[in-house]
C-alpha cells in the first residue's frame, strides 16, 4: 500500500489534531466561566465586595453622675417585696420551651435594654440606663408575655417565674 501523506505531514497532522481538541475544550469553558482562566480567587481584589464595619444600634451612654440621671418616674407602679400570689399556676403539661429574649424585646424601643430596677420577679424595666434602682423617667414597662412571643414566634406561650425573688427564673412555656 502507497502511503499518500508523508510521515512528516502526519506529525503535523495530529500536533493540529490535538491543538484543536485543547482550544475547543477550553473556549466553551473560558465563555461559561466568565472569568479568564488565568483568574486566582485569592487575589481577586476587584470582584470582593467592600469591608464595612458593623452598624451598632445608637444607645445613649450610662450617666457618670447623679445629676445626669433621668428623674424618677411616680407615676410608675413599684412592684411589692412579697408575692402578690396573683400569677396562675402552670396547666399540666406545659413543657419549658427556654428564657425570654428580654434585650430582643426591649430594642424595639429606640435600643432600650431589659434593666433590674427592683429585685425581683416584676422589678424589669426596658431603659437606657442601667445599675440605678427605681422607677427613671423614659423607662418603659417590660411584658414577658410579649417577650415571650417573639423569643418563640409562631408558639403559644405562657409566661411564668419560679421565684419571685428572682428576676432570671422568669421562662417561656408551651
Request: net charge negative; with cysteine.
Amino acid at each position: 500500500m502507497v502511503d499518500l501523506v508523508d510521515s512528516r505531514d502526519r506529525r503535523t497532522g495530529n500536533a493540529i489534531g490535538i491543538w484543536t481538541l485543547i482550544v475547543t475544550a477550553l473556549v466553551p469553558l473560558a465563555l461559561i466561566s466568565a472569568k479568564p482562566l488565568w483568574w486566582d480567587p485569592v487575589h481577586d481584589w476587584v470582584s470582593q465586595p467592600p469591608v464595612t464595619a458593623p452598624v451598632a444600634p445608637i444607645v445613649p451612654e450610662t450617666p457618670q453622675t447623679a445629676a445626669d440621671l433621668p428623674p424618677p418616674d411616680q407615676t410608675m407602679q413599684v412592684p411589692g417585696s412579697e408575692d402578690p400570689q396573683v400569677q396562675p399556676a402552670l396547666p399540666a403539661g406545659a413543657v419549658l420551651l427556654g428564657a425570654p429574649d428580654l434585650n430582643a424585646y426591649c430594642a424595639q424601643w429606640d435600643g432600650r435594654k431589659a434593666v433590674l430596677r427592683y429585685q425581683n420577679a416584676w422589678g424589669l424595666r426596658c431603659a437606657f440606663v442601667q445599675g440605678v434602682a427605681g422607677n427613671r423617667k423614659g423607662d418603659q414597662y417590660l411584658s414577658v408575655t410579649e417577650a415571650c412571643r417573639l423569643t418563640f414566634p409562631g408558639r403559644d406561650t405562657l409566661d411564668h417565674y419560679t421565684d419571685y425573688h428572682d428576676p432570671a427564673s422568669w421562662g417561656c412555656y408551651a
